[in-house]
């Protein structure tokens, strides 16, 4: 495809839409366009679970192990591995032609910081940390893994497809602070990060790196060969649905990776667009809670909240079509193999009289609720003004605080008080693969492990690892009911919905991998 680098406001035909771009001079070259699910602030998977920044990972940097659509764990960077006798030690060897965007192998060493620094900050990766008694090179190419017990869920833990999802980065930027961001992007993954490039509220460039090896087996969901068939990717910010779905009509966006369920009747009739599902598990619509700042500190006052939200309000007005969600108490998640209704019934009940009462037992004393607003996502914002009505339904006093997401990511981890820059209450979604059992359900960990809100039932924890470990199946069953009990009793978060999402693309564009996350290898551009 013929393109010509110029104001992007020429490019897409819109006048004041994404201007200040300059556009590629290349008459061989091929570019895929897309709107991309929010605006990327943060490039560090690893300090973030937020999906935009997981999304751009993907694009640049590369994983150990890969989860492939058969929900089979894969190797990625690893060529060979092997276990000892008595399972206590791992052993991994790299493939050849390994190279990082700035040229320069990659080492062993970089994987062993890469590892050290994941799992300090996910869920899975600190699960695994605890079993660690070391990990260490044996050469370049070569490093070892020692446990203090066997385990069976080391490469579950490697190849794991969601946030924080394991990428390697080189030892540099491993040694990083894991409560710290990278200050620099460079990858060994399939496609280059242009720096230069990137505007943040505006756009995001990534060129396909050139001296990438792909896998030789056939591309399946994260696993197989990253085969890229585009020279470059422009991601393109773009907060105004109805800009970005007229672009989208007139063939000068090619993708979009998040279209408000709103509008895609819309897209559906356009006979050059293809709207499809991205994933057939969905995604888990969640209400965060703060468990440090009053009045949610008070488990009543929590409690208030389980009978206060209805999730068909929140289902009805995000998703529409009854076809594309369904009501779940599950906090893994329905379809899963650790779904379960255990200890929901006030939950599904519904019941603001119920509400008013506990919140009156917490003594809530009117002071205003701070409600963080994504404005600019078209999913979790009217998620949030619904959830900002059911909590006023209850009787609580409400303050929305708009902002765009990116800001909400970084907002979140603030543990100040709600006056000093602090907050109350957030929506967000998860993909339901990435939360699926106690093990990988990074959002719902609890104390030490804790996300965002920063809930503490001990119990979890220690029924969490119990599961972990339990190698009969109807005895993990009874575990994930006891903890999905206590997840409902101490009101971890609150579970508002399983609904399952869908892209757009112009029929130009094929190879689309069906998955949590979209992956932009495999994808080709027809002229």
Same mark, same amino acid.
């Given at each position: 495809?013929?393109?010509k680098r110029t104001?992007?406001?020429a490019?897409l035909g819109? *006048?004041?839409?994404l201007s200040?771009f300059?556009?590629?001079?290349?008459a061989?070259?091929?570019?895929?366009?897309s709107?991309?699910i929010?605006?990327?602030?943060? !490039?560090?998977p690893?300090?973030?679970?937020a999906y935009?920044?997981?999304n751009?990972a993907?694009?640049?940097?590369d994983?150990?192990?890969?989860?492939?659509?058969?929900?089979?764990?894969q190797p990625?960077?690893?060529?060979t591995?092997?276990?000892?006798e008595?399972?206590?030690?791992w052993?991994?060897?790299?493939?050849? =032609?390994?190279l990082?965007?700035?040229?320069?192998?990659?080492?062993?060493?970089?994987?062993?910081?890469?590892?050290?620094?994941?799992?300090?900050?996910?869920g899975?990766g600190?699960?695994?940390a605890g079993?660690? +008694?070391?990990?260490e090179t044996v050469d370049g190419k070569?490093?070892k893994?020692?446990?203090t017990q066997p385990?069976g869920?080391v490469?579950?833990?490697l190849?794991k497809?969601?946030s924080?999802?394991p990428?390697?980065?080189p030892?540099r930027?491993?040694?990083?602070?894991p409560?710290?961001q990278i200050?620099e992007v460079?990858?060994s993954g399939?496609?280059?990060f242009v720096?230069e490039e990137w505007?943040p509220?505006?756009?995001v460039v990534?060129r +396909?790196f050139?001296k990438?090896?792909?896998?030789?087996?056939p591309a399946?969901l994260?696993?197989g =060969?990253?085969?890229?068939h585009?020279?470059e990717v422009q991601?393109?910010y773009m907060?105004d649905?109805g800009?970005?779905?007229?672009?989208?009509? *007139?063939?000068?966006?090619?993708l979009?990776e998040?279209?408000?369920?709103?509008?895609?009747?819309?897209?559906?009739? &356009?006979?050059?667009?293809t709207?499809a599902?991205?994933?057939p598990?969905g995604y888990?619509l969640f209400?965060v809670?703060n468990?440090?700042?009053?009045p949610f500190?008070n488990?009543?006052a929590?409690q208030?909240?389980l009978?206060?939200?209805?999730?068909s309000d929140?289902?009805?007005t995000i998703?529409?079509?009854?076809?594309?969600?369904?009501?779940c108490p599950?906090?893994y998640?329905c379809?899963?193999? *650790?779904?379960?209704?255990?200890?929901s019934?006030?939950?599904?009940g519904f019941?603001t009289?119920k509400?008013k009462?506990?919140l009156? +037992?917490?003594?809530?004393?009117g002071?205003?609720?701070?409600?963080?607003d994504?404005a600019?996502?078209?999913?979790l914002h009217?998620?949030?003004?619904v959830g900002?009505q059911?909590?006023?339904?209850?009787?609580?006093? !409400?303050?929305v605080e708009?902002?765009?997401?990116s800001t909400?990511t970084?907002?979140?981890?603030s +543990?100040?008080?709600?006056?000093? =820059? =602090?907050w109350?209450?957030f929506i967000?979604?998860a993909?339901?693969?990435?939360?699926?059992?106690?093990?990988?359900?990074?959002?719902?960990k609890?104390?030490?492990?804790a996300?965002?809100g920063?809930p503490?039932e001990p119990?979890?924890v220690?029924?969490?690892r119990?599961w972990?470990?339990?190698?009969d199946p109807?005895?993990?069953r009874?575990?994930?009911?006891?903890i999905?009990t206590?997840?409902m009793? &101490?009101?971890?978060?609150?579970?508002?919905?399983?609904?399952?999402?869908a892209?757009?693309?112009r029929?130009?564009i094929?190879?689309v991998i069906?998955?949590p996350?979209l992956?932009?290898?495999n994808l080709?551009?027809?002229?």
């Amino acid at each position: 495809m013929k393109i010509k680098r110029t104001a992007i406001a020429a490019l897409l035909g819109i *006048s004041g839409a994404l201007s200040g771009f300059q556009c590629l001079d290349a008459a061989a070259e091929t570019v895929i366009r897309s709107v991309p699910i929010g605006n990327l602030k943060v !490039v560090d998977p690893i300090w973030t679970t937020a999906y935009i920044t997981r999304n751009h990972a993907y694009m640049v940097w590369d994983t150990l192990f890969a989860t492939d659509a058969n929900n089979t764990i894969q190797p990625q960077m690893v060529d060979t591995w092997s276990t000892s006798e008595d399972g206590l030690v791992w052993t991994f060897t790299l493939r050849d =032609g390994l190279l990082w965007h700035d040229e320069t192998p990659v080492t062993a060493e970089d994987c062993v910081a890469s590892l050290k620094r994941w799992s300090k900050k996910d869920g899975m990766g600190r699960s695994l940390a605890g079993f660690t +008694k070391d990990i260490e090179t044996v050469d370049g190419k070569t490093f070892k893994l020692t446990l203090t017990q066997p385990i069976g869920f080391v490469l579950d833990a490697l190849g794991k497809i969601d946030s924080n999802v394991p990428f390697m980065m080189p030892k540099r930027l491993a040694e990083t602070d894991p409560n710290e961001q990278i200050k620099e992007v460079i990858g060994s993954g399939p496609f280059r990060f242009v720096a230069e490039e990137w505007v943040p509220g505006s756009k995001v460039v990534y060129r +396909k790196f050139e001296k990438y090896v792909p896998r030789s087996e056939p591309a399946s969901l994260a696993a197989g =060969g990253k085969v890229v068939h585009v020279d470059e990717v422009q991601s393109i910010y773009m907060p105004d649905a109805g800009v970005a779905m007229a672009a989208m009509a *007139s063939g000068q966006i090619d993708l979009m990776e998040s279209p408000p369920t709103d509008l895609l009747p819309l897209l559906e009739q &356009n006979p050059d667009v293809t709207v499809a599902a991205n994933d057939p598990l969905g995604y888990q619509l969640f209400m965060v809670i703060n468990h440090q700042q009053p009045p949610f500190d008070n488990v009543n006052a929590r409690q208030a909240l389980l009978w206060g939200n209805k999730q068909s309000d929140y289902m009805a007005t995000i998703v529409g079509d009854p076809k594309r969600w369904n009501e779940c108490p599950a906090v893994y998640g329905c379809g899963t193999g *650790s779904e379960s209704s255990a200890g929901s019934d006030a939950l599904m009940g519904f019941d603001t009289a119920k509400s008013k009462d506990l919140l009156k +037992k917490a003594g809530y004393d009117g002071r205003p609720i701070t409600m963080l607003d994504p404005a600019d996502n078209s999913t979790l914002h009217p998620a949030a003004l619904v959830g900002a009505q059911s909590l006023r339904r209850m009787g609580l006093e !409400v303050k929305v605080e708009a902002m765009d997401w990116s800001t909400l990511t970084q907002r979140r981890a603030s +543990k100040e008080p709600v006056d000093k =820059g =602090g907050w109350n209450i957030f929506i967000t979604n998860a993909t339901v693969a990435g939360i699926a059992n106690p093990l990988i359900h990074t959002f719902s960990k609890n104390c030490d492990q804790a996300w965002y809100g920063w809930p503490c039932e001990p119990k979890i924890v220690e029924l969490s690892r119990e599961w972990a470990l339990e190698a009969d199946p109807k005895k993990a069953r009874a575990l994930v009911d006891q903890i999905q009990t206590l997840h409902m009793q &101490n009101v971890t978060y609150i579970p508002l919905g399983q609904y399952r999402p869908a892209i757009a693309y112009r029929k130009e564009i094929s190879g689309v991998i069906q998955s949590p996350s979209l992956f932009y290898w495999n994808l080709k551009k027809s002229n």
